[in-house]
């Protein structure tokens, strides 16, 4: 069974104190999230991470604070996130097989503009390309991208878990509910490294 791993946003401006976008508590997934990292990489499963990629004047900041934007410390992930063989996929429409080898890539960053990781770009490429067997979901944030890329992953017929020890909710109560919700479709547990 082909799995690839979705590390979803972890990027500064969330994880940290310091972030534009800052998820309470969220810096205290930085050792879980590394390990999930590092454990794929050990047993070449791929990491698909989507990132925040915005433009200075975004339209998602009519909703949201400024954050990511393309080129700033904040818009990057943690070198502790990061595998040494990857490639980053841009967002913008583009004949990504050709410029962007994700082949042997133990990490593919794909950037995004919007909250739901499938809203344009090229994701739903790079996914097909990959043809997993199983999605394994982690990240931040669990009521807002987390969802929507559980709630998109679904759509492609695969199985899809979630890793509920490397997510953090923005608010509590809505994260559970966010969990509650998804609970049918989904298998829910915590990071084994002897999977």
Excluded at 40 to 69: K, L, M
Aim: hydrophobic share 40%; proline share 5%; net charge negative.
């Amino acid at each position: 069974m082909k799995t690839v791993f979705i590390d979803v946003d972890t990027q500064i401006d969330f994880l940290y104190p310091a972030g534009a976008l800052y998820v309470p508590g969220a810096e205290k997934l930085l050792p879980r999230l590394a390990a999930v990292n590092r454990y794929a990489a050990a047993h070449g499963i791929t990491v698909v991470s989507t990132v925040d990629a915005h433009a200075e004047n975004d339209p998602e900041f009519r909703d949201w604070p400024p954050h990511c934007v393309s080129g700033t410390a904040g818009q990057q992930k943690p070198r502790a996130t990061l595998l040494e063989k990857r490639v980053v996929v841009p967002s913008t429409p583009g004949d990504y097989q050709g410029d962007y080898k994700i082949e042997g890539a133990q990490q593919i960053v794909v950037e995004k503009q919007w909250i739901d990781m499938f809203a344009g770009g090229n994701l739903a490429s790079v996914l097909d390309r990959l043809n997993a067997d199983r999605w394994v979901v982690y990240g931040v944030v669990t009521e807002y991208c987390v969802r929507s890329a559980v709630i998109g992953l679904l759509k492609t017929g695969k199985p899809v878990e979630v890793l509920s020890d490397a997510i953090q909710a923005l608010d509590e109560s809505a994260g559970r509910a966010t969990l509650d919700e998804i609970r049918d479709s989904i298998l829910i547990h915590q990071f084994n490294e002897g999977w």
